[in-house]
T-cell receptor
Framework: AQKITQTQPGMFVQEKEAVTLDCTYD???????LFWYKQPSSGEMIFLIY??????QNATEGRYSLNFQKARKSANLVISASQLGDSAMYFCAMRDNTGGFKTIFGAGTRLFVKA | KAGVTQTPRYLIKTRGQQVTLSCSPISGHRSVSWYQQTPGQGLQFLFE???????NKGNFPGRFSGRQFSNSRSEMNVSTLELGDSALYLC????????????FGPGTRLTVT
């Protein structure tokens, strides 16, 4: 069955340091996509980064990179040089074709960036 | 290019009533997906519409329904509201069906009393 697990309910990081948010997934499909979204207190979901299951290189988007380890079924988000504006909820998500293309989300990790 | 818009932003309804939420996707996007977000259940997929047809559906009762118009705008309807329907309802648009990149709107916060 499809499942996304985020084991860190909350994380603290010092401004300008890097932080890794963990995500593991489970799917029986060979073809799937993994995503990370940021949700500030305003509620809007902001797309950050995408990794396809067949992509050999780890995805990067500016200060965001996705550490994709297929054999371990993990897709951790790395934020480099944290900024105060990075404080938000972060959701890992997966989209595959199990029962039709649907996106499932993890429970989220709340990141607090300290000045 | 304008983003995804959702109306209304906030809504208070009474148990037993029905409600209709609206979502206007980014211009040119033909796929609209709806999600429910609650503190207890997190983010859950409701359904996806593409070219006026429902393509995928999550595990929600039949009280939750939707439709999409020829201009890709979508509406979601919840009938016979229950207290547990209180949630943030998010819609997301994508240029194509099952597209990996989804752009979310600001959400409609529904409170059922």
């Amino acid at each position: 069955a499809q499942k996304i697990t985020q084991t860190q309910p909350g994380m603290f990081v010092q401004e300008k340091e890097a932080v890794t948010l963990d995500c593991t997934y489970d799917t029986s499909d060979q073809s799937y996509g993994l995503f990370w979204y940021k949700q500030p207190s305003s509620g809007e979901m902001i797309f950050l980064i995408y990794q396809g299951s067949y992509d050999e290189q780890n995805a990067t988007e500016g200060r965001y990179s996705l550490n994709f380890q297929k054999a371990r079924k993990s897709a951790n988000l790395v934020i480099s040089a944290s900024q105060l504006g990075d404080s938000a909820m972060y959701f890992c998500a997966m989209r595959d074709n199990t029962g039709g293309f649907k996106t499932i989300f993890g429970a989220g990790t709340r990141l607090f960036v300290k000045a | 290019k304008a983003g995804v818009t959702q109306t209304p932003r906030y809504l208070i309804k009474t148990r037993g009533q029905q409600v209709t939420l609206s979502c206007s996707p980014i211009s040119g996007h033909r796929s609209v997906s709806w999600y429910q977000q609650t503190p207890g259940q997190g983010l859950q997929f409701l359904f996806e519409y593409f070219s006026e047809t429902q393509r995928n559906k999550g595990n929600f009762p039949g009280r939750f329904s939707g439709r999409q118009f020829s201009n890709s705008r979508s509406e979601m309807n919840v009938s016979t509201l229950e207290l547990g329907d209180s949630a943030l309802y998010l819609c997301a648009s994508s240029p194509r069906l099952a597209g990996y990149e989804q752009y979310f709107g600001p959400g409609t916060r529904l409170t059922v009393t």
